[in-house]
C-alpha cells in the first residue's frame, strides 16, 4: 500500500507503521492515526474486489466520527442493484461472449456499466451524518472548479446532469444501523457503444417485482472536454472533498485484496462472485414467451417458466404433439425443473438427457434446437 499526496510525496506502508505504530488491520491505522476524514484509492480494477472492500469498510471500521472516501475504477463490469432483475436489465448473452462479468452491489438503485473510463466514488460516514446532497456538491464543485464553464447539476433524483440533460452519475445508498455509504458513478470516457448494448434486456415476456432501472440519455464528460481525464478529475474530486469537509488527508492507494490488512476479505470477495448472490438474490419471477423452435417447418412454442431463488421452480412447454412426443416433452421439462436458471447448467443436464436416450438423430436434433430456443432466454 503506498500512501501519495498531490505534491508527489510517498511513503510505504513500512513508513506509516513507523510514524503511527500501524498495527495489523487497516480499521487498526485508523484508530491509531485517530483521522477524521480519510481518502483511498484503490489499486485494483476488479468489481467483487472493490465492492468487496465497500462492505468491509462498512463493517468493520468505527464511522461515528470519521469520513471515508473511496476512490475506484474497474475493469468492463455490470452492476445492480440489490434488488433487481439480471434477466431484465442485461443482455446476459452478449455478456458472456464478451466476457464482462455481472456483479450484484448490496445497496439499491438501478443498473451501470463499469469500464476504466467511468469513476467510482464511495462517500462512508455515520448514518446521522449521511448526506447525499452535500456528497454530491463535492463531486460538481470539484468540476467546476477544474472547468467553471462546465454545465453539472444534482437533481432531487441524485444524479448528475451535464447541460440539464445527459446524464454522467448516478447514486445508491446503503445506510446501516450506525453506518452508511453513499456511492455514485461519474462518466468520463465510458465506452457508450457497450454501454448502450449490455444494458438492453433481450428476454421477452418476464413478469417481476424487481426494482426496474430508468433508462436516460448519457454522456461522457471527455465528449464536453476532450481534456478531461480520470486521473486529473479524480485528484480534483479528492482535493474539494477535502476543503468541503475541512480535512487535511492525502490519497492512500490500497489493495482491497490484502487479506493481512483486510481480515475476511477474501471470504467477502468469494461471496460476491457466487452464483447464488449474482443470479440467486433475484426476486421471483417468471417469464412467458413464444419462439419458432423449428423454421423449416414453422412451429411455434409457447414457453412459461417460473424462476425462484434463480432456480426453475416449474417449466410448462407447448408444443404440437405431432413435432414431439409429449412423454418426451414431459421428461424435458421435469429435467429443467429444480435446475438453475442458467446455460451452463442446462447445458450439462440436457447432454446427460440425450446421452441417457439413444433415440434418433431426428429427435436429437429437435432436442437440441429446443435447447437453444430455452437457452436464449437465460
Given amino acids: 500500500m503506498i500512501l501519495r499526496t498531490f505534491t508527489g510525496m510517498s511513503m510505504t506502508i ?22 477524521t476524514g480519510v481518502i483511498l484509492k484503490s489499486m485494483s480494477t476488479d468489481i467483487f474486489e472493490n465492492l468487496a472492500f465497500e462492505d468491509w469498510i462498512h463493517d468493520h471500521v468505527n464511522l461515528q466520527n470519521r469520513s471515508v472516501l473511496f476512490l475506484w475504477r474497474n475493469a468492463p463490469a455490470v452492476v445492480i442493484g440489490r434488488h433487481q432483475n439480471p434477466w431484465q436489465e442485461c443482455n446476459l448473452g452478449l455478456m458472456r461472449r464478451m466476457g464482462i462479468p455481472l456483479a450484484r452491489r448490496r445497496s439499491g438503485g438501478g443498473t451501470v456499466f463499469h469500464d476504466l473510463g467511468n469513476i467510482n466514488m464511495t462517500f462512508f460516514t455515520s448514518k446521522k451524518k449521511y448526506d447525499r446532497h452535500k456528497n454530491l456538491s463535492v463531486v460538481t464543485g470539484a468540476l467546476k472548479e477544474l472547468r467553471p464553464n462546465l ?122 462472485r457466487s452464483w447464488e448472490w449474482v443470479y440467486g438474490r433475484t426476486p421471483k419471477f417468471s417469464i412467458s414467451t413464444d419462439f419458432v423452435v423449428d423454421e423449416m417447418s414453422d412451429i411455434n412454442v409457447t414457453l412459461n417458466i417460473e424462476i425462484k431463488n434463480g432456480i426453475v421452480e416449474s417449466c410448462l412447454l407447448d408444443i404440437p404433439h405431432d413435432w414431439l412426443h409429449p412423454e418426451t416433452l414431459k421428461e424435458f421439462c421435469s429435467l429443467l425443473t429444480g435446475s438453475k436458471f442458467c446455460p451452463n447448467e442446462t447445458a450439462v443436464l440436457i447432454a446427460s438427457f440425450m446421452r441417457a436416450n439413444h433415440e434418433s438423430n431426428e429427435l436429437t436434433t429437435k432436442i437440441h434446437n429446443l435447447f437453444e430456443k430455452v437457452v436464449s432466454v437465460m
Fill in 151 to 272: 454545465d453539472v447539476q444534482a437533481t432531487d433524483r441524485f444524479d448528475i446532469l451535464l447541460n440539464g440533460h445527459y446524464k454522467i452519475s448516478g447514486t445508491a445508498a446503503k445506510l446501516g444501523r450506525a453506518a452508511a455509504y453513499h456511492h455514485c458513478t461519474l462518466l468520463c470516457s465510458a465506452d457508450r457503444t457497450t454501454l448502450s448494448s449490455v444494458l438492453k434486456s433481450t428476454c421477452e415476456g418476464i413478469k417481476s417485482n424487481a426494482t426496474p432501472s430508468v433508462p436516460s440519455p448519457v454522456k461522457n464528460l471527455l465528449d464536453e472536454d476532450p481534456t478531461l481525464d480520470s486521473n486529473t478529475i479524480m485528484e480534483a474530486i479528492a482535493s474539494r472533498y477535502n476543503v468541503e469537509f475541512g480535512f487535511d488527508s492525502p490519497v492512500i492507494t490500497i489493495d482491497p485484496s490484502n487479506e493481512t490488512l483486510l481480515p475476511g476479505i477474501h471470504k467477502m470477495t468469494h461471496e460476491l
Fill in 14 to 35: 513500512r513508513d506509516i507503521s513507523r510514524l503511527v505504530r500501524l498495527k495489523s488491520t487497516l480499521s487498526s491505522y485508523f484508530d491509531e492515526t485517530g483521522k
